[in-house]
């Protein structure tokens, strides 16, 4: 099967691999799409990603297709069926996953990061991460399922209630996936923060009240212009020290701060203590996707969420180094791969 492989720092090598081999509770999917998330980024960048990668490892986590075989201790699925997986396999054993912390499982298999994943023609996973895509949902609505369960799982932290003031920081697709599931959560008004025009735009069709320009205009003028003066929650999901700070310093008195977007490991954040101490805000973050996957695919199947809008482009294997290797094209929105271009 044809193959991308993660080599290292800026090493992505196309090679051709042998189809996996299928476990007596695994099946093998078809791959029809793959997304290029952030991980895969700070993963081809050297950093780490929200697990540790050990090369040679085929990347990619949020994926979605058809099962082309199945274990011999498979009952719940078939040949044929269109599914998406959850990437995050637990043991079910080890003092974390009995304490309800499973994301924090011990002995995790990580498809994608700590074994092969989906930038691949075929990909095999443990049946119990698999789920079955609706009739109406396509490949690609699939493959968005994961980074919705992130999503959800930082937005159960986020606090929003009916009528809460929510900014979202970044208009990338994870700050569009935030700013529909802020509206559903309840928020009255709802700001995107983001210097791409076109993203801007994006934001305001999903639900968006007011879009600004963070690096020409006035934000926090801005933001009272249009009945925002006091923020109850502000998401950050760009992932940069910067952006962070101007979260805690948007916040309103009581807010949460959700400090949603990766940073590299070793950035830090400038932080005043007494700032944090006056407004009594709240600091969280959210690392991936514990219990939501199942709610997330529901969303997508019902129509109630959007997660098409703010795809690019849809490419195949062999444009994979050169999407992680520029943020200028990663700008223009979000990249499927599709193994068989």
Known sequence: MKSAVFYGRHDIRIEDRPIPAVGAHDVLIQVKACGVCG?????????????????????????????????SAVTRYRKGDRVCVDPNYYCGACEFCRDGMAHYCTHMTGYGTTV??????YCAVNEKQVYPLGDGTSFQQGAMTEPVACCLHGMDMCEIRPGSHVAVIGGGMIGLIMVQLARL???????????????????????ADVCIDPLHEDVPAALAAHGMPRLTTVIE????????EQAIELAGPKAVVMMFGLTRPDETIAVKPFTVFQKEIVLKASYINPYTQRRALD?????????????????????LSGILGSPQERSLGKFIIDPSL
Not at 237 to 244: E, F, L
Not at 304 to 309: E, N, Q
């Open 39 to 71: 991980t895969d980024v700070h993963i081809f960048e050297g950093d780490k990603g929200a697990a540790e990668t050990h090369p040679p490892t085929i990347l990619g986590h949020e994926f979605s297709g058809v099962i082309a075989d199945t274990g």
């Open 116 to 121: 092969d994943g989906a930038f691949a023609e």
């Open 185 to 207: 959560a309840g928020a009255s008004r709802i700001a995107l923060l983001e210097p791409v025009e076109g993203k801007r735009a994006v934001g305001k069709a999903l639900g």
């Open 237 to 244: 999901c760009v992932g940069r020290p910067a952006t962070i």
């Open 299 to 319: 969303l997508i199947d019902s129509g109630r969420l959007d997660v098409t809008s703010m795809v690019h482009a849809v490419c195949g294997l062999d444009r």
